[in-house]
């Protein structure tokens, strides 16, 4: 089956400091999408990547999809307190109908 | 989103006891996701439905089941609880989509379980 892999699993930063988070398919991927869960919510949806090569960028966060459509990676540049939560990416892959999460990035920023 | 509501928010049984979660929508969406999670596991994917006579099985659907009763309307059924059942669930809808582009899901609030 398809699977996802995401790392790290936490990171602690300094507010300012930036922050990535990478992802991994063992399979291609017909697309990537993110999300985020602050501490006790749910997760919301940040954004899809669909082509190879792909960046995004809203704000701070900058979103990449890998040539090969196997790895993707979400950039924080300069954290605030606000960034604080799990960042999960969901891919599809190539003959898949269902999205598989990885196992998210769980980010403290400290003030 | 307030679109999507699940009850109860909050439960505790006992082992062999069964649970019903349910879950429901107003956003219209033809597609409905029982996902499941645990603290370093990400989010599981347990049983999903493409509209109301489609019901397929997710990655760890043993122990579960579901019902589709309308386009609005999902519900998981754990029918002999144990404890390790005990985790945070969450529903999600999604729109049908362009081909071959999957749309964003929606989640809703979650539900706390606990199985003692």
């Known amino acids: 089956g398809q699977q996802v892999m995401q790392i790290p699993q936490y990171q602690h930063v300094q507010e300012g400091e930036d922050f990535t988070t990478y992802c991994n398919s063992s399979t291609t991927l017909s697309n990537i999408q993110w999300y985020k869960q602050r501490p006790g919510g749910h997760p919301v949806f940040l954004i899809q990547l669909v082509k190879s090569g792909e960046v995004k960028k809203q704000k701070r966060l900058t979103f990449q999809f890998g040539e090969a459509k196997k790895n993707s990676s979400l950039h924080i540049t300069a954290t605030q307190t606000t960034d604080v939560g799990t960042y999960f990416c969901a891919g599809r892959g190539s003959g898949y109908s269902t999205l598989t999460f990885g196992k998210g990035t769980m980010l403290l920023v400290s003030p | 989103d307030a679109d999507v509501t699940q009850t109860p928010r909050n439960r505790i049984t006992k082992t062999g006891k069964r649970i019903m979660l349910e879950c429901s929508q107003t956003k219209g969406h033809d597609r409905m996701y029982w996902y499941r999670q645990d603290p370093g596991l990400g989010l599981r994917l347990i049983y999903y439905?493409?509209?109301?006579?489609?019901?397929n099985k997710g990655e760890i659907s043993d122990g579960y089941s579901v019902s589709r009763q309308a386009q609005a309307k999902f519900s998981l059924s754990l029918e002999s609880a144990i404890p390790n059942q005990t985790a945070l669930y969450f529903c999600?809808?999604?729109?049908?989509?362009?081909?071959?582009?999957?749309?964003?899901?929606?989640f809703g609030p979650g539900t706390r379980l606990t199985v003692l």
């Open positions: 999600a809808t999604s729109d049908r989509g362009l081909a071959d582009r999957y749309n964003e899901q929606f």
């Open positions: 439905s493409f509209d109301v006579k489609d019901i």
